[in-house]
């Protein structure tokens, strides 16, 4: 066998041999193609994660100052409700003392001033009825004082011309 030979049969027999190399290469090409690809997809989706994560931390710096906002309303609130509550238990203290203060003259009123009144009532109306009457009586007074007045002037005339 020449040269040119052997090299031939040696060539043939490594491809024989780099063959099942060659097309394992060429399927780790084709994976690690598969894979580049793959990778590239996940760090797309690992930017859009990154970009929706970013948008969720500063949702949620906003969500931290309304809610500190929040807390600081409703502390006020609070306060004010406590404020209101003494208001009302004052309002209270001096509802019931104007309730004892309306009692007192009631009572006065019913022990007092009621039975003043009805004995002012009372003189009033009889003194009403005295004086109606000593009016009527007045006038018939006057009636007759002029009928009398005019029975003298007559009864005068009368006697000078006698």
């Given at each position: 066998m020449?040269?040119s030979?052997?090299?031939?049969?040696?060539?043939?027999?490594?491809?024989?041999k780099?063959q099942?190399?060659?097309?394992?290469?060429q399927?780790?090409?084709?994976?690690?193609k598969?894979?580049?690809?793959?990778?590239?997809?996940?760090?797309?989706?690992?930017k859009?994660?990154?970009?929706?994560?970013k948008?969720?931390r500063?949702?949620?710096?906003?969500l931290?100052?309304?809610?500190?906002?929040l807390?600081?309303?409703?502390k006020?609130?609070?306060?004010?409700?406590?404020?209101l509550?003494?208001?009302?238990e004052?309002i209270?203290?001096?509802?019931?003392?104007?309730?004892?203060?309306?009692?007192?003259?009631?009572?006065?009123?019913?022990?007092?001033?009621?039975?003043r009144?009805?004995?002012?009532?009372e003189?009033?109306t009889?003194?009403?009825?005295?004086?109606?009457d000593?009016?009527?009586?007045?006038?018939?007074m006057?009636t007759?004082?002029?009928?009398?007045?005019s029975?003298v002037?007559?009864?005068?005339?009368?006697?000078?011309?006698?």
């Amino acid at each position: 066998m020449t040269n040119s030979e052997l090299l031939s049969a040696l060539s043939g027999m490594m491809d024989d041999k780099l063959q099942p190399l060659k097309d394992d290469v060429q399927i780790l090409k084709e994976e690690a193609k598969e894979i580049r690809e793959d990778t590239e997809e996940l760090k797309k989706d690992v930017k859009v994660l990154k970009e929706e994560v970013k948008e969720i931390r500063e949702d949620t710096e906003a969500l931290k100052k309304d809610v500190k906002i929040l807390k600081e309303e409703v502390k006020e609130i609070r306060e004010d409700t406590e404020v209101l509550k003494k208001d009302v238990e004052h309002i209270d203290d001096a509802v019931q003392i104007l309730k004892d203060g309306i009692l007192v003259l009631n009572l006065k009123m019913e022990n007092d001033i009621s039975p003043r009144l009805h004995t002012i009532e009372e003189c009033y109306t009889s003194t009403f009825y005295r004086y109606r009457d000593g009016i009527v009586q007045l006038d018939k007074m006057q009636t007759d004082v002029d009928v009398l007045k005019s029975v003298v002037r007559d009864h005068s005339q009368k006697m000078q011309k006698i």
